[in-house]
């Protein structure tokens, strides 16, 4: 696959699963009374399906509350995965591993990013992988959304060339009229702190008396959001590429650190693009590639070039945009990037991106509008998001208004059924954070944000790094190396520790 098709295949898968975390609590919530735990016994381990996967990897369902107010009501499946540690004498227990999204999957995990882990890790720890409730193999949801609403560009809330927020609000509208009719019961129920909550009736369903986690982007709120539901069921607790846990704002408070994130992130792209012998080098200084950038994108505003076979069937400055937000992600990505300027700067354009299966699509939007919508509520009224826009175009034009703009949770049917979970300081001192610097989706300073949230509870880790996911990806030998021997020996930094 060439450097523009696996950029923009990644286009397409992130913006499909909204990654909010920054790409999405009033008063603590108190979980339901839960009903008796499986019991390690009743996991029906099974051979995993599927290509890619390791053939130690094995599956089972737990049966989980659909509602929690009334655990004895209907019930559904979360399903989990496993790879036992490989060295039983030095076992400690369970770790989990927590995508992000929301609308990510996890049920390959440790198949996946679990086998970047050190030995010492892998030795001591059964990798546990999950699909979030309604995701994937889990009792899914679906929305069955129209072709143009799964398209990259539309999925995240870029406004129209003039500013105008109108043409967002119908597609709100449109969005969660579809999934108030084709979701079903299920899409009232998908939250962050219900997914806390299936995630200890997980652990009970291992046998464990408590667990440790490594959560990634939006999987950081996530882990925050169990370690302060069940403090003491936590063992030794990583979050990675972490979300602003801001109670008053949530979702709404991860879409908006973008702007922040992608001026933090764009440097790097602006010297990496006027390096000499770069064979896609755009400009001779990084100063000129900014305005190189805004130039095009209004270019293509009033004039998109064609793009057979791509969704949208055009190359215009939103879809411009949204391929820079997506490539700042990961350093590996910028040539990817360049090439589509240097094509579209031609009038021309790259062979039209392969998206992932539609259902896929399908499903990690329907989870992730529902986890962005049922977590605290937005505004409904278009001026509130018109005034925001206007600001955000004005402050950061690299982003244009998008991240302060409506998603479907202006017109979300449904009221949100809890307070969304204030993070305390308030538990066992157990989480070490890891962050890089420049993050375009996570940024710093939503970071910092949540560990002055979590107070002595927490250790940060800040790497001088750039892109999304920091441990075992995008960050340094040093963070990494750091977060391992947390994992293996429970030893952190004695202070917040920054990774030069």
């Not at 003039?162 to 108030?180: E, Q």
């Not at 896609?280 to 095009?296: G, M, N, Q, W």
């Not at 094509?343 to 699509?361: D, H, I, M, N, S």
């Not at 955000?392 to 690299?398: D, E, F, H, T, V």
């Amino acid at each position: 696959m060439t450097k523009i098709k696996r950029n923009a295949a990644l286009l397409a898968a992130s913006a499909a699963v909204l990654s909010l975390t920054a790409p999405l609590a009033a008063t603590a919530s108190t979980p339901a009374a839960p009903t008796a735990p499986a019991t390690a016994k009743s996991l029906d381990w099974q051979p995993c399906k599927g290509s890619g996967v390791d053939p130690r990897q094995e599956c089972a369902t737990v049966e989980v509350p659909m509602d929690y107010a009334h655990p004895k009501g209907k019930q559904i499946g979360i399903a989990v995965s496993r790879i036992p540690g490989e060295n039983p004498d030095a076992r400690r227990g369970a770790l989990l591993l927590i995508p992000g999204g929301p609308g990510g999957s996890g049920i390959n995990n440790p198949s996946g990013k679990g086998q970047k882990l050190p030995q010492a890790v892998r030795d001591a720890y059964d990798l546990i992988g999950f699909d979030p409730r309604g995701m994937g193999r889990s009792t899914p949801v679906s929305c069955g959304l129209g072709q143009a609403d799964l398209a990259p560009s539309r999925l995240r809330p870029w406004p129209a060339p003039d500013g105008s927020v109108t043409g967002n609000m119908t597609a709100a509208r449109r969005v969660s009229d579809a999934c108030a009719r084709n979701g079903g019961d299920l899409i009232r129920h998908i939250s962050t702190a219900n997914e806390a909550r299936d995630l200890d009736r997980v652990r009970a369903a291992l046998g464990e008396r408590k667990v440790s986690a490594w959560g990634v982007s939006y999987g950081t709120y996530v882990g925050a959001v169990y370690s302060q539901l069940f403090p003491h069921r936590t063992d030794r607790v990583v979050l990675d590429s972490n979300d602003d846990p801001d109670p008053t704002r949530v979702s709404r408070g991860w879409l908006a650190g973008h702007e922040q994130g992608v001026e933090d992130t764009f440097p790097e792209f602006a010297k990496w693009a006027s390096a000499p012998g770069n064979p896609d080098r755009l400009a001779r200084t990084a100063a000129e590639v900014r305005p190189l950038f805004l130039r095009l994108a209004a270019e293509l505003d009033r004039d998109p070039i064609p793009w057979p076979g791509a969704n949208p069937a055009e190359l215009d400055g939103n879809v411009l945009r949204q391929a820079l937000l997506t490539t700042l992600y990961d350093p590996d990505d910028f040539p990817g990037l360049a090439e589509l300027i240097l094509a579209a700067r031609k009038g021309t354009v790259p062979p039209a991106p392969q998206a992932p299966p539609e259902a896929v699509l399908q499903n990690a939007v329907a989870v992730g509008s529902a986890v962005l919508c049922n977590d605290i509520e937005w505004p409904g009224s278009p001026d509130a998001y018109a005034k925001e826009v206007a600001e955000s175009r004005s402050k950061y034009p690299l982003t244009a208004g998008m991240p302060r703009n409506a998603m479907p949770c202006a017109a979300w049917p449904f009221r949100p059924k809890e307070a969304p979970v204030r993070i305390t300081d308030s538990g066992p001192s157990n989480i070490l954070l890891v962050q890089n610097e420049r993050d375009p989706a996570t940024p710093l300073s939503g970071a910092l944000k949540l560990r002055t949230s979590l107070g002595e509870r927490a250790t940060m880790v800040t790497v001088n790094s750039t892109g999304h996911d920091a441990y075992l990806d995008n960050g340094n030998e040093c963070g990494d190396r750091t977060v391992s021997h947390f994992l293996a020996t429970g030893e952190r930094p004695s202070r917040d520790k920054y990774c030069g």
